[in-house]
């Protein structure tokens, strides 16, 4: 059973262009979030998912940041022209439930903005 | 609001010795308390849960404990070694909802052999 995949795990973008993050969860696990940590923070919820439905976003900015999770395929965590201060790193997880359980966690999605 | 604090500094200890990590939350009851370790450039793993209602949890050298009146959960590896190593993160259940985890900037523990 393979672990929380997610891809690209390292990704460089010049400041206003796009970047996109995916996830793919756990087999069997319907329940996918996204944390940021910016370098010597804490992790930082930024979204809930399930299939097709966003559950809870309070903690992702109110612009340029989107996040879905498509009914066949990964969850995406979509970043509209990235400035320096996105610079962080993106981490998914994914839990057969919705609470009271551990969570698993990716190996994240290093982003540089340059 | 809802703060979760965990000791900045490095604990550095001797192999063999138990180390003990602390978590302190303030405004808030939480439902759960988790603990996660997480290696450079990696994602967090999952160690422990422990919920509201139990005062202590083990799993091999493991040992988690929550006192809900001094909102603190200690966390415990004993016969430490160096592959211990690592920063440990403690994380609650958000206030708002039970499902977000709320984390502690995490404490680094590394172990002399």
């Known amino acids: 059973n393979a672990g929380v995949m997610q891809n690209p795990r390292h990704l460089v973008r010049r400041r206003g262009q796009e970047a996109r993050l995916r996830c793919s969860p756990m087999k069997g696990h319907s329940h996918v979030y996204w944390y940021r940590q910016l370098p010597e923070e804490g992790l930082k919820f930024m979204v809930y998912?399930?299939?097709?439905?966003?559950?809870?976003e309070s903690g992702m900015p109110k612009e340029r940041f989107s996040a879905e999770f498509p009914k066949e395929g990964p969850s995406i965590l979509r970043i509209q022209q990235v400035v320096r201060g996105d610079s962080a790193a993106y981490f998914c997880?994914?839990?057969?439930?919705?609470?009271?359980?551990?969570?698993?966690f990716g190996q994240g999605t290093r982003l540089t903005v340059v | 609001s809802q703060k979760i604090e965990q000791n900045s500094e490095a604990l550095n200890i001797q192999e063999g010795k138990t180390a003990t990590l602390t978590c302190n939350y303030t405004?808030?009851?939480?439902?759960?308390l988790q603990w996660y370790r997480q290696d450079p450039g990696r994602g967090p793993v999952f160690l422990l849960l422990i919920r509201e209602n139990e005062k202590e949890k083990r799993k091999e050298r493991l040992k988690v404990t929550f006192d809900t009146t001094l909102k603190q959960s200690l966390f415990h590896i004993t016969a430490s070694q160096p592959a211990d190593s690592a920063t440990y993160l403690c994380?609650?259940?958000?206030?708002?909802?039970?499902?977000?985890?709320?984390f502690g900037s995490g404490t680094r523990l590394l172990v002399r052999p």
């Open positions: 998912l399930q299939k097709e439905n966003i559950i809870d």
């Open positions: 405004n808030y009851s939480p439902a759960y």
């Open positions: 994380a609650l259940d958000g206030w708002d909802s039970s499902y977000k985890l709320i």
């Open positions: 997880a994914s839990s057969p439930e919705g609470s009271g359980t551990e969570a698993f």
